[in-house]
């Protein structure tokens, strides 16, 4: 794909672009011990209910769904998980996107600290973008589980990504990319949101 900087402004041309080719997916994030011990701490987590659109007055578009959301505090044993799995998953990440950063620039040092979601029954998220993220550069989604149905992370109204356990799908955090939540059918999904960039957000470290 021809990729020019000028200073530190990259342009693509356009028509080379595949969307889909920005979209990640890496598996077997955790050890088989350590996503036994995520599951069981997840299924015994209290989580707060009620409607997404309840919580996001300010957001640039107007997102509505259904979900529990917990924001992790670092010393809890879920977030430790969380971080092992993304200290894994990150260089990676490097990688796959070295060709459209800029050169020597800092890289996704900010975070909006993990989000641990939980959609029961119903539980869905309408389409948006995530231009207005805590940290938006990249987006990463950390499927915990894959025992339920429904619940499918979907990109422009007719791509779903593949429901695999312990594994995180990883996409730019721009207007390019609209994904919605479907509402689950059957059992329970847990993942978690994490945005990641290099201006806004706290210190990942």
Same mark, same amino acid.
């Given at each position: ?16 672009? #595949? ?5 990640? +997916? ?16 997840? &299924? *015994? +987590?209290? =989580?707060? +209910? ?39 998953? #990150? ?9 459209? *950063? ?14 641990? @979601? ?12 995530? @231009? ?9 989604? =950390?499927?915990? &589980? ?7 992370? @979907? =990109?422009?109204g007719n791509t779903d990504m593949p429901k695999h356990a312990n594994s995180i799908h990883v996409y730019p955090s &721009? ?9 689950? +059918? ?9 945005? =990641? ?9």
């Amino acid at each position: 794909m021809p990729v020019l900087y000028i200073g530190t402004i990259l342009l693509v041309e356009v028509a080379d672009l #595949m969307l889909n080719d920005y979209i990640f +997916t890496y598996d077997n994030i955790l050890s088989e011990h350590d996503h036994s011990r995520l599951l069981e701490l997840c &299924n *015994n +987590t209290q =989580f707060p +209910t009620g409607d997404q659109d309840d919580r996001n007055n300010e957001a640039y578009y107007k997102l509505t769904g259904e979900r529990g959301e917990i924001l992790l505090e670092q010393d809890d044993e879920i977030y430790y998980l969380i971080h092992k799995g993304m200290l894994k998953t #990150m260089p990676k990440i490097y990688t796959d996107y070295s060709e459209i *950063n800029p050169p020597d620039s800092p890289l996704y040092d900010k975070y909006s600290g993990y989000w641990l @979601c939980k959609y029961d029954v119903g539980g869905h998220l309408s389409i948006h973008t995530d @231009c207005d993220a805590d940290a938006a550069s990249i987006t990463a989604s =950390f499927n915990i &589980n894959d025992d339920y149905e429904g619940g499918e992370v @979907c =990109f422009w109204g007719n791509t779903d990504m593949p429901k695999h356990a312990n594994s995180i799908h990883v996409y730019p955090s &721009n207007m390019l990319y609209p994904h919605e939540v479907k509402p689950v +059918t059957k059992g329970v999904r847990y993942s978690v949101i994490v945005w =990641f960039g290099y201006q806004k957000g706290n210190n990942w470290e």
